[in-house]
């Protein structure tokens, strides 16, 4: 079974400044996908962002891009000019995709982003 | 666009109640799941859906039971509720799998459950 690590448990981060969230993972596999969720005080779990595992090029979308390793099963998460809108939870994220994927997602526990006015 | 919709929002329980959890969604997804988030743990599968038919049981199935007879529904059914099934709750589902973003989860806005 694949596992996901989060190992920061809280984070804090002055606005406009630059933060890195870390993700590792375990898996045998070489087919899959990695997110980053992004869970505000409403709950609501909003995709942040997206990578692939057999493309090199890491994935980036405006502020948020992300550091995929994939020899040493790294995923890590910068966020750019942090916003105070960007407190929240964030959670990592794999999904496999032999057999079909439709298993879903396997997540970390998280790590809680502080911004700081 | 509604996306996923569940409901209750909010639910006390007492133990040993029965009730079911809402979730529809209107993106016509052939993929819906079942997650519970308890605090500091992230999310935990419960049961998924490939298509109406078709269920099965993800990491954390025990007291819980699932049923699709659309391509729409997926509820989530607690029988005998126990304090340990105090969660919130989220539903999600996806087109499928693979690259151009069909296996990117839409989730609901999740149900607070208290079972005292």
Known sequence: ?117 | NAGVTQTPKFRILKIGQSMTLQCTQDMNHNYMYWYRQDPGMGLKLIYYSVGAGITDKGEVPNGYNVSRSTTEDFPLRLELAAPSQTSVYFCASSAGTGSSGANVLTFGAGSRLTVL
């Open chain 1, 1 to 117: 079974a694949q596992t996901v690590t989060q190992s920061q448990p809280e984070m804090s981060v002055q606005e406009a400044e630059t933060v890195t969230l870390s993700c590792t993972y375990d898996t045998s596999e070489s087919d899959y996908y990695l997110f980053w969720y992004k869970q505000p005080p409403s709950r609501q779990m909003i995709l942040v962002i997206r990578q692939e595992a057999y493309k090199q090029q890491n994935a980036t979308e405006n502020r948020f891009s992300v550091n995929f390793q994939k020899a040493a099963k790294s995923f890590s998460l910068k966020i750019s000019d942090s916003q105070l809108g960007d407190a929240a939870m964030y959670f990592c994220a794999y999904r496999s995709e032999s057999g079909g994927g439709a298993d879903g997602l396997t997540f970390g526990k998280g790590t809680h982003l502080i911004i700081q006015p």
